[in-house]
């Protein structure tokens, strides 16, 4: 019998769901992460919004927004109690922003899918802007389950994975939607497990991990289910990472499983003290993969042997996926401390908290995927705030609070 260890994830995910009556709800806190088109910086906040920033202005401090930023709040309709009405409240984002072309797509814990176009957004024009390809999906006042995971653009459509209550049971469902109009393209059947992640698309075929313990592959073009599933023995806690015919996925049971499309059985699987919750990386044949249980590992993708003697021990858990910077590897940990990581050897050291030696270096915690732009790296804290790092000089080069009117 399938042994899931399904443990809430409590201490990474605190999905605001209670409502205060008159008064609304208390601001979520998602993870939304950064990203950049090597431009500007598109983040999502902790109060629902996304931000397009500008490196040298915030770089250079000037007033938020300069040229070229702006602001778009994502909201939903919240009923009161005690016959209060309705009202706006800002939207749980967990997903990233996904970039492509001139727009943004992002989906949100509420059940929506939305496609933004930058250039109207920067004119602050009423949302969705229908001629400049902009929409929201489901386009009425229904929603399909909570997203997540990111979405992921391949062509002209996109993929988003959900979750939906089947009785007692939670199931997972994975929407194809066109990337011009967002119309639904397709809806695969129920699969079994709840669907957190991002879909892994790959030479026409829709990769999902499930919370049961399944690998699922999928026809991209249409929504059917694939011969192959692979079944582990415990669930599976991160999206699928695909390199070279071969999925790295994080499992309940501490490891990261190597499992080459296909097959019945693992490569090879890395064990660990604690879950591998973040999405590795791979490059020049190396994978680099960041733990719970504090270590950065970095083995050979292909036969999972160790590249380095020893693990990277950042001493606390780290749930962000790593960076590569140059010949660097940057981890972030939960609590805050920002590591820079010697590729070739494994050594490497903490950037120092720039007012108290004794904090962590942005002593807030950090959840959400951080990003580099221009050799800096752009972590944005549970405080609300992005840090900008210089992992070369190890410094804090500047902090901005994301909590704009």
């Not at 973040?278 to 160790?306: E, F, H, I, M």
């Not at 010949?327 to 990581?341: I, L, N, S």
Request: hydrophobic content about 45%.
């Amino acid at each position: 019998m399938k042994l899931v260890r399904i443990l809430f994830l409590g201490a990474l995910i605190a999905v605001v769901l209670g409502s205060t009556g008159c008064f609304g709800a208390p601001p979520p806190q998602g993870f939304a992460g950064v990203t950049t088109d090597g431009d500007r910086l598109y983040v999502g906040t902790a109060d629902g919004k996304i931000l397009a920033l500008d490196p040298s202005a915030r770089i250079a401090q000037q007033a938020f927004p300069s040229e070229g930023e702006w602001s778009h709040a994502i909201t939903k309709e919240t009923r009161g109690t005690f016959g209060c009405g309705t009202s706006r409240t800002p939207s749980v984002l967990y997903s990233n922003p996904v970039l492509m072309d001139n727009q943004i797509c992002i989906g949100t814990y509420d059940g929506k899918v939305l496609m933004m176009d930058m250039g109207s957004r920067e004119s602050g024009l009423v949302f969705p802007q229908l001629r400049s390809g902009e929409w929201m999906f489901p386009r009425t006042e229904s929603v399909i389950g909570p997203v997540v995971g990111s979405p992921a653009v391949a062509g002209d459509v996109v993929y988003v994975a959900s979750s939906v209550k089947e009785g007692s049971r939670t199931l997972g469902v994975v929407y194809a939607l066109d990337r011009l109009f967002g119309d639904e393209l397709w809806v695969s059947e129920a699969l079994d497990g709840k669907l957190w992640v991002t879909p892994a698309v790959v030479d026409g075929v829709v990769y999902v991990t499930t919370f049961d313990g399944r690998i699922y592959s999928l026809d991209a073009a249409t929504g059917a289910l694939l011969p192959w599933v692979f079944e582990a023995e415990f669930g599976f806690v991160s999206s699928p990472f695909i390199a070279d015919g071969m999925v790295y996925v994080g499992s309940f049971d501490r490891k990261l499983n190597a499992v080459p499309v296909g097959s019945n059985g693992p490569a090879w699987t890395l064990q660990a003290d604690n879950w591998f919750w973040s999405t590795p990386v791979v490059s020049d044949g190396v994978l680099y993969a960041g733990s719970l249980d504090g270590r950065l590992y970095a083995v050979d993708a292909q036969t999972g042997a160790p590249a380095w003697g020893t693990p990277y021990d950042a001493g606390e858990a780290i749930a962000t996926s790593p960076l590569l910077v140059n010949d660097t590897v940057v981890v972030v940990t939960k609590k805050g401390d920002v590591h820079v990581v010697n590729r070739g050897m494994g050594m490497g050291a903490r950037v120092p908290n720039p007012t108290n030696e004794k904090a962590t270096t942005i002593n807030a915690e950090v959840v959400a995927t951080a990003s580099v732009h221009d050799g800096l790296v752009y972590v944005r804290a549970q405080t609300n705030v992005l840090y900008a790092i210089d992992p070369v000089a190890r410094t804090v080069v500047f902090m901005f609070s994301l909590a704009t009117e």
